[in-house]
């Protein structure tokens, strides 16, 4: 079955320093990949996305490209801030099948100013 | 509603006794998901709906726990007879159905954190 796997948190940070959270992922086919946010006290909520090979999601400074050579989807920021705390989630939805998607654990980010 | 509507916010009940949280999707949302967070146990799946087909209910952990959903909109969750090991905070999500890229994002609710005493 489909599964992902991210890195454990928490992850803790100053701030201004790079980030990078690792995702990596098991599924037949190309599933679409994910990344989503959950700020303290909210509700999960999309971060950005990528739907085939080599594409790169992005979106308030986070980036993440879709790598099928070595299944991965690693999240990446060049400079952090105290908002970025929160949990981030990596998730896989698959091509066909199943259309409901797998969630990794999630990794903690704190960022210290 | 603009966004997934959870309730209750927080539900704190003794073991045994039975419970329901609620979920209003977006409206036009076909697909709907529960999911439960348990502390550093990450997202796990507990069932799925789509449309008027017959609900994806392999996530369910046991007998005690199901859900309905009226009308293609509001879902209830139930879980009888509960136990310490529920405690967690129960997330519900919808998305625009399953084919087209609406259909791979889903908006989640705030969740209903349940304690069991």
């Known amino acids: 079955g489909n599964s992902v796997t991210q890195m454990e948190g928490p992850v803790t940070l100053s701030e201004e320093a790079f980030l990078t959270i690792n995702c990596t992922y098991t599924?037949?086919?190309?599933?679409?990949l994910f990344w989503y946010v959950q700020y303290p006290g909210e509700g999960l909520q999309l971060l950005l996305k990528?739907?085939?090979?080599?594409d790169k999601g992005s979106n308030k400074g986070f980036e993440a490209t879709y790598r099928k050579e070595t299944t991965s989807f690693h999240l990446e920021k060049g400079s952090v801030q105290v908002s970025d705390s929160a949990v981030y989630f990596c998730?896989?939805?698959?091509?066909?099948?199943?259309?409901?998607?797998?969630f990794g654990r999630g990794t903690s980010l704190i960022v210290h100013p | 509603g603009a966004g997934v509507s959870q309730s209750p916010s927080n539900k704190v009940t003794e073991k045994g006794k039975d419970v329901e949280l609620r979920c209003d999707p977006i409206?036009?949302?076909?697909?709907l998901y529960w999911y439960r967070q348990s502390l550093g146990q990450g997202l796990e799946f507990l069932i799925y709906?789509?449309?008027?087909?017959?609900?994806?209910k392999s996530g369910l952990p046991s007998d005690r726990f199901s859900a309905e959903r009226t009308g293609g909109s509001v879902s209830t969750l139930t879980i009888q007879r509960t136990q310490q090991e529920d405690s967690a905070v129960y997330l519900c999500?919808?998305?625009?159905?399953?084919?087209?890229?609406?259909?791979?994002?889903?908006?989640f609710g705030a969740g209903s954190r349940l304690t069991v005493l």
């Open positions: 599924a037949t086919g190309y599933p679409s």
């Open positions: 999500a919808s998305s625009l159905g399953v084919g087209g890229s609406g259909a791979n994002v889903l908006t």
């Open positions: 990528a739907t085939k090979a080599d």
């Open positions: 409206s036009g949302h076909t697909a």
């Open positions: 709906f789509q449309g008027n087909s017959a609900p994806d």
């Open positions: 998730a896989l939805r698959g091509a066909g099948g199943s259309y409901i998607p797998t």
